[in-house]
């Protein structure tokens, strides 16, 4: 159990760029959750995929986000015309496919718009 | 699913134990009750979780009443490495569950 895995841990980036991160989870998890994070506040839920299926989108995401999961093994984030707003760390996690198991979460990626 | 309250922020001294209270009044009958600790620049981690009564585990214990209306994270002889954010949630574990998270309690341990 190597853990989940993220790349990067930082991106800085000028505003209006296009960004994309990676999350790898732990193998044979089949669950897996993007969260993002602003400082001084908890973890929100952005989006969920149950294997390579996505699952439910949170209001957070806006049509600049688009997540994707193929073959249901790693997954990556990738925002679109980055603004201001989007700086932020953003947490991937995953999880086993099945009831009262816990989500395990990586470093997440440190996004800075300039 | 059920909203938490915690508080802001705690203070503590290395050796002693520490109990942070989260209070969870409208908790469902399928919810579990999970506690994340998270450390600056690290993704929380899964400290314990539990349905009723009480729960240990090498880390720490969680006691939770039989109304199940709040529970207790307990810490024993904490050290500084604790110092910490530590959340409280509460959420259906029987189905995927997007986890609800508040801004939690922060934890300082001094010498």
């Known amino acids: 159990d190597t853990g989940v895995s993220q790349d990067p841990r930082h991106k800085i980036t000028k505003r209006g760029q296009n960004v994309t991160f990676r999350c790898d989870p732990i193998?044979?998890?089949?669950?897996l959750y993007w969260y993002r994070q602003t400082l001084g506040q908890g973890p929100e839920f952005l989006t969920y995929?149950?294997?390579?299926?996505?699952?439910?989108k949170s209001r957070l995401l806006s049509d600049r986000f688009s997540a994707e999961r193929p073959k249901g093994s790693f997954s990556t984030l990738e925002i679109q015309r980055t603004e201001q707003g989007d700086s932020a760390m953003y947490l991937c996690?995953?999880?086993?496919?099945?009831?009262?198991?816990?989500?395990?979460f990586g470093d997440g990626t440190r996004l800075s718009i300039l | 699913l059920a909203k938490t309250t915690q508080p802001i922020s705690m203070d503590s001294y290395e050796g002693q134990e520490v109990n942070i209270t989260c209070s969870h009044n409208?908790?469902?009958?399928?919810?579990?009750i999970t506690w994340y600790q998270q450390f600056p620049s690290q993704g929380p981690r899964f400290i314990i979780q539990?349905?009723?009564t009480k729960v240990t585990n090498e880390v720490a214990s969680l006691f939770i009443p039989a109304d199940r209306k709040s529970s207790t994270l307990s810490l024993p002889r904490v050290s500084l490495s604790d110092t910490a954010v530590y959340y409280c949630?509460?959420?259906?574990?029987?189905?995927?569950?997007?986890?609800?998270f508040g801004k939690g309690t922060m934890l300082l341990v001094s010498p």
């Open positions: 995929f149950q294997n390579e299926a996505q699952l439910e």
């Open positions: 996690a995953s999880s086993v496919d099945s009831s009262n198991q816990p989500q395990h």
């Open positions: 193998s044979e998890h089949n669950r």
């Open positions: 409208n908790i469902a009958t399928n919810d579990y």
């Open positions: 539990g349905y009723k």
């Open positions: 949630l509460v959420g259906d574990m029987y189905a995927y569950s997007t986890l609800t």
